[in-house]
C-alpha cells in the first residue's frame, strides 16, 4: 500500500509534536526543585505531609494539597529521622520551620553536593526511636 503523502507529512508532523511533548516535559522537570534540598526532581521522589496524617482527627486539612510538599525519598527519610510526629505538628509543619533546624541544615549542605538520583539510608539512633515513638 502506497503512502500518500498527506500521510506522510501527518506521520512527520506527529513525530516533531513527540519531540515537543519530550522538550516541554523535560523543561517543567528542571523548573521543578525540592523544598528541602533545592536540587531538581529526580530519582525517587515522595510527598511529605507537613501535618502528620498521624493527628488526621485532629486537624481536617491533613490532605490538603497545602499540606503536602514532594521532595526526595532521602529528605523525607531524614525529616522523619530527626524529627517526631509531635514535633512535625506543633513546629516543624512548614518547609521554612524544617530549615531552621541545625542538622538539617547539615543535611542540606551535604546533600546538595550529590547527584539527583544520589540516595543512602538515614538511620535512626536509639534517642530518636525512642522519641518518636507515639
Excluded at 506527529?14 to 526532581?41: T, W
Excluded at 486537624?59 to 521532595?71: A, L
Excluded at 541544615?105 to 546533600?111: A, N, P, R, Y
Excluded at 550529590?114 to 526511636?129: G, L, V
Aim: hydrophobic fraction near 30%.
Amino acid at each position: 500500500m502506497n503512502k500518500t503523502v498527506f500521510d506522510m507529512a501527518s506521520q512527520r508532523a506527529q513525530k516533531e509534536l513527540e519531540g515537543l511533548d519530550d522538550a516541554i516535559e523535560m523543561l517543567k522537570s528542571k523548573e521543578k526543585v525540592c523544598p528541602i534540598c533545592g536540587r531538581p526532581y529526580g530519582g525517587v521522589m515522595q510527598d511529605h505531609h507537613l501535618k502528620p496524617v498521624t493527628f488526621r482527627s485532629r486537624t481536617k486539612e491533613v490532605h490538603d494539597k497545602d499540606n503536602q510538599v514532594t521532595i526526595h525519598k532521602m529528605c523525607h527519610q531524614k525529616i522523619h529521622a530527626t524529627f517526631s510526629e509531635h514535633e512535625l505538628l506543633n513546629y516543624y509543619h512548614t518547609v521554612e520551620r524544617l530549615l531552621e533546624h541545625e542538622e538539617m541544615q547539615k543535611f542540606v549542605k551535604w546533600v546538595s553536593k550529590k547527584p539527583i538520583d544520589f540516595y543512602d539510608k538515614n538511620d535512626d539512633t536509639k534517642d530518636r526511636k525512642k522519641k518518636r515513638k507515639r
